[in-house]
C-alpha cells in the first residue's frame, strides 16, 4: 500500500514538457534608426504648440477663422523682426528651432532655410541655430538675433 502511494505522488509530482508551438516567424530587426519624420506620423494636423479653443477642435486655432480659409504667408507681409523664438529641438538631421509671428502663424528653420506650417520655404530669409540662440538673415544683409527664454 505504502509503495503504491509513494508511485503515485512520483508520477504526478513529474513535470510534463511544455510543447510551444510558433505560428508566425519573430520580426527582423532594423539595422538603421528611425527618424523623427518616419517615428512620428500624427493622425491629424493639429499644431501641438497651440492650444485646442473648443471641445474636440482638431486645429487648434486661437484666432477664429472663416470656413475653409487656411492662413496664407505671403513674403511681402513676413516680417523678420514680428517672429519670437518658441523653442530648439535636434534631431538627427540636425538642430531646429521653431518660430511664432504676432498673428501666430509657425515657422520652422531647419538647415539654414524657414518653412511655414505647410513646409513652403520663405524666400529671401536664412538663419543658423546656435546654443540657445537663433540668428537669422535677410537678403539685404540684415541681421536679428532671438533668444530663448528660460523662465517660461
Known amino acids: 500500500m505504502r509503495s503504491i502511494l509513494i508511485t503515485l505522488l512520483i508520477c504526478s509530482a513529474a513535470p510534463a514538457a511544455a510543447q510551444v508551438a510558433v505560428s508566425t516567424a519573430a520580426p527582423a530587426v532594423q539595422a538603421v534608426p528611425l527618424t523623427t519624420e518616419q517615428a512620428y506620423r500624427p493622425s491629424n494636423g493639429r499644431d501641438p504648440l497651440?492650444?485646442?479653443?473648443?471641445?474636440?477642435?482638431?486645429?487648434?486655432?486661437?484666432?477664429?477663422?472663416?470656413?475653409?480659409?487656411?492662413?496664407?504667408?505671403?513674403?511681402?507681409?513676413?516680417?523678420?523682426?514680428?517672429?519670437a523664438l518658441t523653442g530648439i529641438m535636434e534631431d538627427s538631421s540636425g538642430r531646429q528651432a521653431l518660430l511664432r509671428d504676432a498673428a501666430g502663424n509657425l515657422y520652422t528653420l531647419r538647415a539654414g532655410h524657414i518653412t511655414d506650417a505647410k513646409k513652403k520655404t520663405i524666400p529671401g530669409v536664412s538663419g543658423v541655430v546656435k546654443g540657445k540662440q537663433v540668428i537669422l538673415m535677410t537678403e539685404d544683409k540684415?541681421?536679428?538675433h532671438l533668444n530663448l527664454r528660460e523662465n517660461e
Open 50 to 83: 497651440v492650444p485646442a479653443t473648443v471641445s474636440g477642435d482638431t486645429k487648434g486655432s486661437a484666432v477664429p477663422k472663416a470656413k475653409g480659409q487656411a492662413p496664407a504667408v505671403v513674403s511681402s507681409t513676413f516680417n523678420v523682426y514680428s517672429l
Open 142 to 144: 540684415k541681421v536679428h
